[in-house]
């Protein structure tokens, strides 16, 4: 047996049901009802930058020198998803973004745009979003600059990671590509390969995928 997340509600429990989609769960009460979002807090240290998700909106960020002090983003929207650069963060919520500039004592907002995404990855002045069957390439306002599509025997992408100047995507028919986003258009590296064994069967479906600086 291995061991759950326990939550806890201040009221007698007597109906549970699962949502519309994966990772809601209802609890209903003699009067009332509370919705539960299954969320994994986001945390990671990239570009001399950390960022730890410390609550449903909130985020500690700290740059990794002597003697820097954390500091705390407070969103403005309900955070399901982040990343960050050396001085920028990202946060979304499915259907909403907000990006941030982290300064010595406190992180300054840029802007925000409604975009329906699962995964968004953050490199200078361009975020990488995940948008259906192809990856949308936007400046930090949303405004798409470019499109990375994707044909129906690769799949739809499924998730992403940006490291240095690689991007780097997997689809739901484990096909795995990366790009040089180090100039103005990314530039695909390689065919791409197929998260398949030797008799080229998919091993399974790809939950996540990361590249290090150099591809």
């Known amino acids: 047996w ?12 007597e109906h549970l049901a699962w949502g519309p989609r994966p990772s809601l769960l209802a609890a209903g009460f003699a009067e009332s009802a509370t919705v539960l979002l299954e969320t994994a807090f986001y945390r990671k240290v990239r570009d001399g930058l950390g960022c730890i998700q410390s609550g449903p909106d909130t985020l500690t960020v700290t740059k990794c020198e002597p003697d ?10 309900r955070i399901s998803g982040a990343d960050h650069d050396d001085s920028r963060v990202v946060v979304w919520s499915g259907k909403k973004a907000e990006v941030y500039e ?7 907002f840029v802007g925000a745009f409604s975009r329906v995404t699962s995964l968004i990855g953050i490199r200078k002045e361009s975020l990488y979003c995940i948008a259906g069957p192809r990856v949308e390439c936007c400046n930090l306002q949303g405004t798409v600059k470019h499109t990375i599509a994707f044909t129906d025997s690769e799949g739809e992408p499924c998730t992403l990671d940006v490291m240095g100047n690689i991007l780097v995507v997997a689809t739901t028919l484990g096909i795995i590509k990366t790009w040089d986003i180090s100039r103005r258009e990314p530039r695909q590296l390689g065919a791409g390969t197929s998260f398949a064994g030797p008799d080229d069967v998919v091993l399974g479906n790809i939950l996540s995928v990361k590249v ?4």
């Open 2 to 13: 291995s061991p759950v997340t326990v939550v806890e509600l201040n009221a007698r429990v």
């Open 68 to 77: 820097a002090k954390p500091v705390t983003l407070t969103a403005g929207i």
């Open 102 to 108: 982290v300064q010595a004592d406190s992180c300054r």
């Open 212 to 215: 290090n600086s150099d591809g």
